[in-house]
């Protein structure tokens, strides 16, 4: 085989990987429950208040992290209490849940649902909808660049590793920008 037909071959089994990895991170975050443990962290967390990751997944992993992170950042940004933030994400959550998983692999409509988590979020906490929605988009997109961060330095590294070439990253990168790989 050819170096150029092994290269391409690792690129694409390194989009597949990612997009795969990336994939199954976000499925398994958006079945997840909250666990309403207030903590003084402040940074922001994968799904920012999206209604997503807050808590224990079925089989474990950093779930709780990310919630407590969630309602702290949203506290932060909202000027209110974090244990106010968490009990109203878990009652969101609790509200919402689904009777049953989605068929054949779809998801709820994010712009519904992030409608709704906002206009719960002001009712539960006393603030405005408009500042709620603000909030909960410049979470997003901080979390967004910071995951764009990662993936950048990731893909840097196999560069200077020699896993990838220069090409292959950049090809990496616009195929996530792109959503044709990674969920978006």
Do not use: Y
């Not at 692999?105 to 500042?131: F, H, I, M, Q």
């Amino acid at each position: 085989m050819s170096r150029t037909k092994k290269m391409t071959l690792a690129l694409s089994a390194t989009a597949l990987a990612l997009g795969a990895g990336i994939g199954v991170a976000g499925m398994a975050s958006a079945t997840s429950t909250p666990t309403p443990n207030p903590s003084a962290s402040s940074s922001a967390s994968a799904d920012a208040g999206t209604g997503h990751g807050g808590g224990m997944g079925k089989h474990g992993g950093r779930g709780g992290e990310r919630g407590v992170a969630q309602a702290s950042a949203l506290a932060a940004k909202l000027g209110v209490e974090e244990a106010k933030v968490t009990e109203a994400l878990q009652a969101f959550r609790e509200a919402n849940k689904p009777a049953t998983p989605p068929t054949d692999g779809t998801k709820p409509d994010a712009a519904t649902r992030d409608a709704a988590l906002a206009k719960s979020l002001a009712a539960s906490l006393g603030v405005e909808e408009s500042k709620v929605t603000t909030a909960l988009a410049e979470l997003r997109t901080e979390k967004q660049a910071e995951k764009a961060a990662a993936l950048k330095t990731r893909l840097d590294q196999a560069v200077t590793d020699g896993k990838l070439t220069q090409a292959e990253a950049d090809a990496v990168t616009k195929a996530v920008e792109n959503g044709v790989v990674g969920g978006h």
